[in-house]
Structures are given as structure tokens and as C-alpha cells.
Nanobody
Framework: QLQASGGGLVQPGGSLRVSCVVS????????IGWFRQAPGAEREGVAS????????RYADSARGRFTISKDNAKRTVYLQLNSLQPEDTAVYYC????????????????????WGQGTLVTVSS
């Protein structure tokens, strides 16, 4: 199971951290991804991390503003969102696969089998 939390309303230029608690999953062998879906848009990959070795990948829209990290003891993956803009408004989902994905597949939705319920991030003044 994956439980996402931490969404909310933030002003443009602000920051937010969303969290994903992972249970019932082999922690050190898989890949965790953050995806988002804006109203009327398709779900897209934002950031991903291999749990073994901590290799990360970011979408172009996220690179330099968002940071994915993990706390092994808490079995939690975080996504720090900085310099948020209205176009970042979306439901943010965490997802997991038991596979250590190759870099080119890390933001591809079809490789993730387990999904959390999503947390809404709204960027507005």
C-alpha cells in the first residue's frame, strides 16, 4: 500500500513537501515514482527514485525545482516542491514497482503496478 499526503494550497513561488508512506512492499529492491495529473490532462511522470542505490530521474518540468528523497527507517519517499507555479496544480500520486527500473523507464506510467490515492496541490494567489 502507498499513502500519499502533504498536499494543500500554496502561493506562486512557494514550497510544499508531499510524502508517500510505503507498506507491504520490499523496500530496498524497487522503484518509487511521483506522478501528477492536472484537470483535463493526462497523468505524467514528475520524479522517480530507485530504492537500491538511490538513482533518480526528473521530468524537464521538475528538474531544478523538485527533489525526491527517501527515509529508509520510515519507509517514506518525499517530493519537495519549490518555486511552485500555477501550472504545477495537480493531484500528485506516488507509485511503486518491485523492479529496479532502468533510467529510461523510470517516468513511464506503465511500469508501475501499485498506486497511492493522490494528494491535491493547488498553486494560486
Amino acid at each position: 500500500q502507498l499513502q500519499a499526503s502533504g498536499g494543500g494550497l500554496v502561493q506562486p513561488g512557494g514550497s510544499l513537501r508531499v510524502s508517500c508512506v510505503v507498506s507491504g512492499f520490499t523496500w530496498n529492491t524497487g522503484t518509487i515514482g511521483w506522478f501528477r495529473q492536472a484537470p483535463g490532462a493526462e497523468r505524467e511522470g514528475v520524479a522517480s527514485m530507485r530504492l537500491s542505490g538511490s538513482t533518480t530521474r526528473y521530468a524537464d518540468s521538475a528538474r531544478g525545482r523538485f527533489t525526491i528523497s527517501k527515509d529508509n527507517a520510515k519507509r517514506t519517499v518525499y517530493l519537495q516542491l519549490n518555486s511552485l507555479q500555477p501550472e504545477d496544480t495537480a493531484v500528485y500520486y506516488c507509485a511503486a514497482t518491485a523492479r529496479g527500473l532502468i533510467w529510461s523507464s523510470m517516468l513511464a506510467i506503465q511500469y508501475y503496478q501499485y498506486w497511492g490515492q493522490g494528494t491535491l496541490v493547488t498553486v494560486s494567489s
